[in-house]
T-cell receptor, first 114, second 113 residues
Framework: GENVEQHPSTLSVQEGDSAVIKCTYS??????FPWYKQELGKGPQLIID?????GEKKDQRIAVTLNKTAKHFSLHITETQPEDSAVYFC?????????????FGKGTLLTVNP | GAGVSQTPSNKVTEKGKYVELRCDPI?????LYWYRQSLGQGPEFLIY????????DSGLPNDRFFAVRPEGSVSTLKIQRTERGDSAVYLC???????????FGPGTRLTVL
């Protein structure tokens, strides 16, 4: 099955700096890669996603890049704000038939210091 | 509009007891998923419904776990003879159809004493 590795496990930045979180996946047939933000006591919230026919996608301060050859994808947050502090998860969609389950990384705790 | 809702938000039970966790998906979403999240880990897939039928239950850890979605909307995850290792946050997600973005509920925190 699919295996997703995520780094770093914790990341601390100053307000206004950029933050980058990286993930690798093992199944070359995976074709959908979402990113989720999870605040304490809440469920994961989808913040951006990318499909394998696209190399980069941007939504305001958030961008995701995908390198299919290397099987890695990254989340970039610019001009970080304290409210960006949360745990971020990357995920990859397993391929095959009607199976659309996601495999998640272990998460990155992002702390944005004012 | 309303998002995915889950009840109860917290459930404390004793080892060996039976529990039911409920999920109300976003209205009109035909696909429904259950995931389990242990402390410090990412969510792990349990089961996926397309309509009323379980299309993929490969993530259920053993036969103590069972889920239903009798009318294609609300789903119930049932755990028999609970064990301390079942303690986790159980997340439900829905999507408008198979292969589209998943939207998660707030989860049910299950604690087995």
């Amino acid at each position: 099955g699919e295996n997703v590795e995520q780094h770093p496990s914790t990341l601390s930045v100053q307000e206004g700096d950029s933050a980058v979180i990286k993930c690798t996946y093992s199944d070359s047939a995976s074709n959908y890669f979402p990113w989720y933000k999870q605040e304490l006591g809440k469920g994961p919230q989808l913040i951006i996603d990318i499909r394998s026919n696209v190399g980069e996608k941007k939504d305001q301060r958030i961008a995701v890049t995908l390198n299919k050859t290397a099987k890695h994808f990254s989340l970039h947050i610019t001009e970080t704000q304290p409210e960006d502090s949360a745990v971020y998860f990357c995920a990859a969609q397993e391929s095959g038939g009607s199976n659309y389950k996601l495999t998640f990384g272990k998460g990155t705790l992002l702390t944005v210091n004012p | 509009g309303a998002g995915v809702s889950q009840t109860p938000s917290n459930k404390v039970t004793e080892k060996g007891k039976y529990v039911e966790l409920r999920c109300d998906p976003i209205s009109g979403h035909t696909a429904l998923y259950w995931y389990r999240q242990s402390l410090g880990q990412g969510p792990e897939f349990l089961i996926y419904f397309q309509g009323t039928g379980a299309a993929d239950d490969s993530g259920l850890p053993n036969d103590r776990f069972f889920a239903v979605r009798p009318e294609g909307s609300v789903s119930t995850l049932k755990i028999q003879r609970t064990e301390r290792g079942d303690s986790a946050v159980y997340l439900c997600a829905s999507s408008s159809r198979m292969g589209t973005s998943l939207f998660f509920g707030p989860g049910t925190r299950l604690t087995v004493l």
